[in-house]
C-alpha cells in the first residue's frame, strides 16, 4: 500500500511541548525542565531522567532556547570574534578545548569570523546576538565605546585576546612580541649581528606577524645599545610559495645576513628545503629558527630549532569565562596566557 503525498497545503504538524513529554513520560512539566536543562541536581532519579529523554526523544522535543535564557537571565551565547586565518595546530586545540570546556558548563560558543572594522560596527553586529560573553582579538576594532554598548545590551563580561587591554574589557595578553623577542635573543646570544625577520605576505597574517618583527627588532636595539651597535635586522616580506624561497636562497650570500628568524614553523621548513637545495650550509651560512614548537620541527632534518609557545588549557580559560559572567560587576582582570622559550635544536 503506498503512501499518499502530503497535500502542500496540509498544515504542518505542530511541535511538541514539554506538556507532551510530560503526559508520555507520567511525570510533571516541572520535572521535564529539570531533566532537560540539567538542573535537577539530586532530586530527580536516574530511572526517571532516562524516562524523560525517552520521551524526548521519541517525540522529537527539543527544548526553547529563548525559554531557557528567560529563566537563566541571558542567552548562554558565548560570541568568539576570531581572524579569518588558518590557525595552526596549537592554536586550533587550544580554540577546540575552550569550546569544549564552555560546552560542558552550558554555554553555546558561537564563532563570528567577520569583521565590521571601525567605529564600533563591530561591537554592534555582535550586541544584536544579545551573547553573554565575548571573547575578541584586540585587532576586530574594539573601542571603549564597544565594549560600553556590549555591556548595556546585556552581555555580562568582555574579554579581548591579544596584546593589549581595551579600557572596560578583561585582557587576556598573547603578546607575539614575545615570540620574535626570543627567537632574536637566541640569535644574538649565538654571535648573529645580521639577522632577517620573515613576514607573510599574506595580510590576514598580520596580527601575528607584524607584533613578532617587532620583538625581533626590539631585541636586537636592546643588544646594540649594550654592544655600542652594529646589530641589523632586516624585514623580508616573503609569499608562502617554493619560487619565492627560492629567491632568497638564490641572493642569500650577497645578503650579507646570518640568521633568519622564519615567522613560524611552516615557512621555516620552506626556507630550510630552499637553502638545502641551493648548497647553503644550514646553520652554518644561515641559521633559521621557527615558532609555534610542531611536530614538522621536530621532523626535519636538520631538526629545527624554534620558539615554543606555552598555552593554558582551553578549559582553564572556559572556567575564566564562567567566572566573570557569574560576577559580571567585578573589577577588570587582566591574565598572560603564554609565555615564549626557545626550543634549541640543529637549524640555530
Given at each position: 500500500?503506498t503512501?499518499?503525498p502530503q497535500?502542500?497545503?496540509?498544515?504542518?504538524?505542530?511541535a511538541?511541548?514539554?506538556?507532551?513529554?510530560?503526559?508520555r513520560?507520567?511525570v510533571?512539566r516541572?520535572?521535564v525542565?529539570?531533566?532537560?536543562n540539567?538542573?535537577a541536581?539530586?532530586r530527580?532519579?536516574?530511572q526517571?531522567?532516562?524516562?524523560v529523554?525517552?520521551?524526548?526523544d521519541?517525540?522529537g522535543?527539543?527544548?526553547?532556547?529563548?525559554?531557557?535564557?528567560?529563566?537563566a537571565?541571558?542567552?548562554?551565547?558565548?560570541?568568539?570574534?576570531?581572524?579569518?586565518v588558518?590557525?595552526?595546530?596549537?592554536?586550533?586545540?587550544?580554540l577546540?578545548e575552550?569550546r569544549?570546556?564552555?560546552?560542558?558548563?552550558?554555554?553555546?560558543?558561537?564563532?563570528?569570523?567577520?569583521?565590521?572594522?571601525?567605529?564600533?560596527?563591530?561591537?554592534?553586529?555582535?550586541?544584536?546576538?544579545?551573547?553573554?560573553?565575548?571573547?575578541?582579538t584586540?585587532?576586530?576594532?574594539?573601542?571603549p565605546r564597544?565594549?560600553?554598548?556590549l555591556?548595556?545590551?546585556?552581555t555580562?563580561?568582555?574579554?579581548?585576546?591579544?596584546g593589549?587591554?581595551?579600557?572596560?574589557?578583561h585582557?587576556?595578553?598573547?603578546?607575539?612580541?614575545?615570540?620574535?623577542?626570543?627567537?632574536?635573543?637566541?640569535?644574538l646570544?649565538?654571535?648573529?649581528?645580521?639577522?632577517?625577520a620573515?613576514?607573510?605576505?599574506?595580510?590576514?597574517l598580520d596580527?601575528?606577524?607584524?607584533?613578532r618583527?617587532?620583538?625581533?627588532?626590539?631585541?636586537?636595539?636592546?643588544?646594540?645599545?649594550s654592544?655600542?651597535?652594529?646589530?641589523?635586522?632586516e624585514?623580508?616580506?616573503l609569499?608562502y610559495?617554493?619560487?619565492?624561497?627560492?629567491?632568497?636562497?638564490s641572493?642569500?650570500?650577497?645578503?650579507?645576513?646570518?640568521?633568519l628568524?622564519c615567522y613560524?614553523?611552516?615557512?621555516?621548513?620552506?626556507?630550510?628545503?630552499?637553502?638545502?637545495?641551493a648548497?647553503?650550509?644550514?646553520?652554518g651560512?644561515?641559521?633559521?629558527?621557527?615558532?609555534?614548537?610542531?611536530?614538522?620541527?621536530?621532523?626535519t632534518?636538520?631538526?629545527?630549532?624554534?620558539?615554543?609557545?606555552?598555552?593554558?588549557?582551553?578549559d582553564?580559560l572556559a572556567?575564566?569565562?564562567?567566572?566573570?559572567?557569574?560576577?559580571?560587576?567585578?573589577?577588570?582582570?587582566?591574565?598572560?596566557?603564554?609565555?615564549?622559550?626557545?626550543?634549541?635544536?640543529?637549524?640555530?
Amino acid at each position: 500500500m503506498t503512501q499518499s503525498p502530503q497535500h502542500p497545503h496540509d498544515p504542518t504538524p505542530a511541535a511538541p511541548t514539554s506538556a507532551d513529554v510530560a503526559r508520555r513520560a507520567g511525570v510533571s512539566r516541572a520535572t521535564v525542565s529539570y531533566v532537560l536543562n540539567d538542573t535537577a541536581g539530586g532530586r530527580v532519579s536516574e530511572q526517571t531522567r532516562a524516562r524523560v529523554r525517552a520521551a524526548a526523544d521519541e517525540l522529537g522535543y527539543v527544548p526553547h532556547a529563548a525559554a531557557r535564557s528567560l529563566r537563566a537571565g541571558h542567552t548562554g551565547i558565548v560570541l568568539l570574534t576570531i581572524p579569518e586565518v588558518v590557525f595552526g595546530p596549537l592554536f586550533t586545540t587550544f580554540l577546540s578545548e575552550l569550546r569544549a570546556g564552555l560546552r560542558d558548563r552550558g554555554y553555546t560558543t558561537v564563532i563570528y569570523g567577520d569583521s565590521h572594522g571601525q567605529d564600533d560596527a563591530s561591537a554592534r553586529a555582535w550586541a544584536e546576538l544579545r551573547p553573554t560573553a565575548v571573547l575578541t582579538t584586540v585587532d576586530a576594532g574594539l573601542t571603549p565605546r564597544g565594549v560600553s554598548l556590549l555591556r548595556r545590551s546585556g552581555t555580562r563580561t568582555v574579554l579581548t585576546l591579544g596584546g593589549r587591554p581595551v579600557a572596560g574589557a578583561h585582557a587576556l595578553i598573547l603578546d607575539q612580541r614575545e615570540v620574535g623577542a626570543a627567537a632574536s635573543a637566541h640569535l644574538l646570544a649565538r654571535g648573529h649581528r645580521a639577522i632577517g625577520a620573515i613576514v607573510p605576505t599574506d595580510r590576514s597574517l598580520d596580527g601575528f606577524s607584524l607584533p613578532r618583527l617587532a620583538g625581533v627588532r626590539a631585541a636586537a636595539a636592546s643588544a646594540a645599545v649594550s654592544a655600542g651597535g652594529g646589530v641589523r635586522v632586516e624585514r623580508i616580506d616573503l609569499d608562502y610559495t617554493e619560487e619565492s624561497a627560492a629567491e632568497l636562497a638564490s641572493g642569500w650570500r650577497e645578503s650579507g645576513l646570518t640568521a633568519l628568524f622564519c615567522y613560524n614553523d611552516e615557512y621555516a621548513h620552506l626556507l630550510l628545503s630552499a637553502f638545502q637545495d641551493a648548497g647553503i650550509q644550514v646553520p652554518g651560512e644561515a641559521a633559521l629558527v621557527g615558532a609555534d614548537d610542531l611536530m614538522l620541527a621536530r621532523l626535519t632534518r636538520p631538526r629545527l630549532t624554534t620558539v615554543h609557545q606555552l598555552l593554558p588549557s582551553g578549559d582553564m580559560l572556559a572556567a575564566l569565562v564562567d567566572r566573570l559572567v557569574q560576577t559580571p560587576d567585578a573589577p577588570t582582570e587582566t591574565h598572560d596566557l603564554a609565555t615564549a622559550h626557545v626550543v634549541v635544536r640543529d637549524s640555530a
